[in-house]
């Protein structure tokens, strides 16, 4: 396979991240920048030292920085960084879906980053509404057999 060819069979939110490879960025920082796991990341990167046919993932990104033209980078690392999308551009909030998604706990997704004190107060918060839910169940079958009498 030609290495244009391989580079054109990459996608997109691979190639963000060898370049960020490139400018020296490790898995977590390519993750925060990009909004995604340091696990995604590393799937992704995997992934294109297999299509790419590369020995490591500086190998890859030095093979997509050369077939892009991209100019090796010095000091200054800002124009580079500009050019690819952050996950900073949303709020927090806006990512969990908004007002209500702040009442409802952090589960599934990915990793959360909470502290012992977040932990315990999402503890508390599956209990209270396991102990709404319980309540509102006694309440329906107490109607329920009150209408049967």
Known sequence: MVENERVASLTQRERECLRLVG???NS???????GLSNHTVDDHIRSTIRKLGAANRGHAAAILSELE???????????ALAAIPKAG???EQQRRGGTFAKLLLPIGGRQHDLSFLGVSIAIVQASLFGLLGLTALVLVTMGLL????
């Open 23 to 25: 400018l020296g960025r």
């Open 89 to 91: 551009n949303q709020s």
């Open 28 to 34: 977590k920082e390519i993750g925060q920048l990009l």
């Open 69 to 79: 033209g991209i100019p090796k980078i010095g000091g200054d690392q800002s124009a």
């Open 146 to 149: 009150w209408v049967a009498k």
